[in-house]
Every structure is written in structure tokens, then in C-alpha cells.
């Protein structure tokens, strides 16, 4: 069984910072990807920045240049650094990894989602 566990949402003001952290757990042998999603109310989930292991990174046109995903493959951990927040990035926030298990599975798992609010 594969876990991911979010956090560091919350409230922010507009112009301000928040840092993300989702860890994964479990039967996990390698992650392929890990990133993360958002989802606004009324609107679809979309992606915000995803990483392979091997480095690569790619950004929503949105957060260019605001946000920085991040991972850490020993810890099964990936970051998301968000600065200069807008009201616009307010949503749930989800963590997603690709990966294979130890039963040599591949599997998409998500988190439970965390969210961040951006409001004076």
C-alpha cells in the first residue's frame, strides 16, 4: 500500500509565500514523476509543476516563475515553493506521484489534498 501525505497550506496574503511538502510512503520502489495539482472551486484539477527523478521539471504558464518544485528521491519527498501568491492561486492543492511498488505495480496515487488560501 502507497501513501502521500501533504503539508503546509493555509492562509496567505496576496504577494506572500507558502511551502508544500508531500512524502510518500509505503511498498514504493521508485517514483517516475511527482507533482502537484490544483483545483479551484467550480474549476478542474489542473497541473502546476511536476519532476521526474532524473531532474526535469515542468511548470504551469500560470506559476512560471513564482513557484519551484523541488524533490528529495531518498526521502520519497517533493517540495513546492510558491512566492508572490495571487488570489487566483487559491485552491485544494494535491500531491501526485507515479511509481512502481515493490510487487513491481505501477501505480497512480494521489493525496488528500491541502488547501491554500490567498486573501487579505
Known amino acids: 500500500q502507497v501513501q502521500l501525505v501533504e503539508s503546509g497550506g493555509g492562509l496567505v496574503q496576496p504577494g506572500g509565500s507558502l511551502r508544500l511538502s508531500c512524502a510518500g510512503s509505503g511498498t514504493i520502489v521508485s517514483i517516475v514523476t511527482m507533482g502537484w495539482y490544483r483545483q479551484a472551486p467550480g474549476k478542474q484539477r489542473e497541473l502546476v509543476a511536476r519532476?521526474?527523478?532524473?531532474?526535469?521539471?515542468n511548470y504551469a504558464d500560470s506559476v512560471r516563475g513564482r513557484f519551484t518544485i523541488s524533490r528529495d528521491n531518498a526521502k520519497n519527498t517533493v517540495y513546492l515553493q510558491m512566492n508572490s501568491l495571487k488570489p487566483e492561486d487559491a485552491a485544494v492543492y494535491y500531491c501526485n506521484a507515479r511509481l512502481f511498488t515493490t510487487s513491481v505495480t505501477y501505480l497512480e496515487v494521489w493525496g488528500q489534498g491541502t488547501l491554500v488560501t490567498v486573501s487579505s
Open positions: 519532476a521526474t527523478s532524473g531532474g526535469s521539471t
